[in-house]
């Protein structure tokens, strides 16, 4: 069988990274370089890539038992965060940089907040006011909000302002399917990407939420990834159903 890809991003200065189920990829137009565990990984499924805003790359893997690996690629250096290191659960999720450099992984067991430049990591679960620890798929809004999956149906709005976790589920009307993907377009309406729902917009200024389905644009019902484009067109991938721009 043929090499697995499961994500791609590229930095600053143009470099194109591949996640494959054979390790790190990094392509410059020209010349390829790999990552595996004979560079130092922990292991060579790599599920996810997160860049942030120092160009250390954070690394997830498949099958998610392995906490993240950074390397700092100015210094050379390869680090582990795992259990040992402060995280609740080696099983990560997901991840994202907020505002202030910090970086938010989810995991099985919770949250976990790192603060790089304090060297601190702080876990977050449902005894500080989550609605669930298994906790998935993180993005952070304009106003500085944290949008984040829990126990796959319900969302958790961390607002650290106000000092508060708003939750909401089917009964505040987001529906009882899975959702995989959050974003946000430009007049600051979150889009839920759901397994079997179609596409779900959030307006809280607004208080609406609106579910489309076929009739209203996307491909199927099962929707993995949403992104936004410079016109703010919404592009809609969806599971063995193509890709759909609306």
């Not at 505002?99 to 992984?105: L, Y």
Request: negative net charge.
């Amino acid at each position: 069988s043929g090499t697995i890809y499961t994500k791609f991003i590229k930095d600053k200065n143009g470099i194109l990274w591949i996640a494959t189920d054979d390790g790190l990829c990094s392509f410059d137009g020209e010349y390829c370089e790999n990552y595996s565990l004979a560079q130092g990984l922990n292991y060579n499924w790599i599920y996810d890539i997160l860049i942030d805003s120092h160009e250390q790359l954070w690394i997830s893997y498949n099958y998610n038992r392995n906490g993240v690996t950074v390397i700092n690629r100015g210094t050379g250096i390869i680090k582990h965060i795992t259990t040992s290191e402060g995280l609740n659960s080696n099983n990560v999720r997901g991840f994202t940089e907020d505002n202030k450099g910090r970086i938010w992984i989810s995991t099985d067991r919770g949250l976990n907040i790192i603060d790089q430049q304090a060297g601190t990591i702080k876990n977050v679960g449902k005894a500080q006011g989550l609605s669930g620890n298994n906790t998935g798929f993180i993005f952070q809004d304009r106003e500085g909000k944290i949008w984040m999956i829990v126990n796959e149906r319900t969302i958790d709005i961390i607002d650290e302002r106000k000092g508060f976790i708003k939750h909401l589920d089917e009964q505040q009307g987001i529906g009882n399917k899975n959702i995989n993907y959050i974003t946000e377009d430009k007049l600051g309406r979150i889009w839920l990407g759901t397994d079997g729902g179609g596409v779900i917009t959030i307006d809280e200024k607004e208080g609406n939420i609106i579910k489309m389905g076929i009739d209203q644009g996307p491909v199927n019902y099962d929707i993995s990834c949403l992104a936004f484009d410079e016109m703010d067109r919404v592009w809609i991938g969806s599971a063995g159903g193509g890709i759909r721009c609306r």
